[in-house]
T-cell receptor, first 116, second 111 residues
Framework: DTGVSQDPRHKITKRGQNVTFRCDPI?????LYWYRQTLGQGPEFLTY????????KSRLLSDRFSAERPKGSFSTLEIQRTEQGDSAMYLC??????????????FGAGSRLTVL | GESVGLHLPTLSVQEGDNSIINCAYS??????FIWYKQESGKGPQFIID?????DKRQGQRVTVLLNKTVKHLSLQIAATQPGDSAVYFC??????????FGAGTRLFVKA
C-alpha cells in the first residue's frame, strides 16, 4: 500500500467552473476525512465518512461542495461554481475505526486549488 | 517545495538542543490530544497522541505533556535535528472521530 493518494495535485480553474478531487485511502481504513487548509492555518474539517456513509459535514461547507464515497473505498470532493475564496489545499485523510490506530490520521499530499 | 504557512509563530533552536512547542486548547470534551508535523509540500504526519486521562506520554525523542487544569498541551523534542524543521500542529479529537487542528508553530533548526 502506498498510503493515501490524491489527484490532481494541482488544479487551476476559472471562477464559476466545477472541479472534482479524488482520494484513494489506505485500503484497510474505513474512515475517510476531507480537510481544507489555507496558508498559515491548520487543516479545517470539512466532512467525514465511515465506509460509504457520510456521517458529518461541517457547517462551513456550502451547498456548492459535495463529497461521495460510493463503495466505501475512494472518495470524491466536488466544488461547483468555484469562487476565488475556494482557493486552498484540499487534504484527504484516512484512519482505522477503532483501537490505537483510530487517532492516527494518515494524510495525502493534498490537492491545491487555485481559482482565478 | 511550497510553504505551508507564512505568518505562523516561530521557534528557532540550535541543532542538538531540546525544543518545546506549546499549544492551548479550548474543548473540555476532547478524549485525545494529538501532535502532527507538516513539512513543506506534504500533508500532516502523526507524531504522538495522549489520552485525556493522562498527563505525560513519551515516544522516541518526543514527549507530550497535558495540563488539563489550564488546558495546555506541549510537545518536547529532544536533541533537535535539522530534519525536525517543519510546522507542528496540536489537535484534539472530539466525539470519537473528529480531529480539530489548532494553530501551527514553525520550528527552525539551526545547524
Amino acid at each position: 500500500d502506498t498510503g493515501v493518494s490524491q489527484d490532481p495535485r494541482h488544479k487551476i480553474t476559472k471562477r464559476g467552473q466545477n472541479v472534482t478531487f479524488r482520494c484513494d485511502p489506505i485500503s484497510e481504513h474505513n474512515r475517510l476525512y476531507w480537510y481544507r487548509q489555507t496558508l498559515g492555518q491548520g487543516p479545517e474539517f470539512l466532512t467525514y465518512f465511515q465506509n460509504e456513509a457520510q456521517l458529518e459535514k461541517s457547517r462551513l461547507l456550502s451547498d456548492r461542495f459535495s463529497a461521495e464515497r460510493p463503495k466505501g473505498s475512494f472518495s470524491t470532493l466536488e466544488i461547483q461554481r468555484t469562487e476565488q475564496g475556494d482557493s486552498a489545499m484540499y487534504l484527504c485523510a484516512s484512519s482505522l475505526e477503532a483501537g490505537s490506530g483510530a487517532n492516527v490520521l494518515t494524510f495525502g499530499a493534498g490537492s491545491r486549488l487555485t481559482v482565478l | 517545495g511550497e510553504s505551508v504557512g507564512l505568518h505562523l509563530p516561530t521557534l528557532s533552536v540550535q541543532e542538538g538542543d531540546n525544543s518545546i512547542i506549546n499549544c492551548a486548547y479550548s474543548n473540555s470534551a476532547s478524549d485525545y490530544f494529538i501532535w502532527y508535523k507538516q513539512e513543506s509540500g506534504k500533508g500532516p504526519q502523526f507524531i504522538i497522541d495522549i489520552r485525556s486521562n493522562m498527563d505525560k506520554r513519551q515516544g522516541q525523542r518526543v514527549t507530550v505533556l497535558l495540563n488539563k487544569t489550564v488546558k495546555h498541551l506541549s510537545l518536547q523534542i529532544a536533541a533537535t535535528q535539522p530534519g525536525d524543521s517543519a510546522v507542528y500542529f496540536c489537535a484534539e479529537r472530539i466525539r470519537g472521530f473528529k480531529t480539530i487542528f489548532g494553530a501551527g508553530t514553525r520550528l527552525f533548526v539551526k545547524a
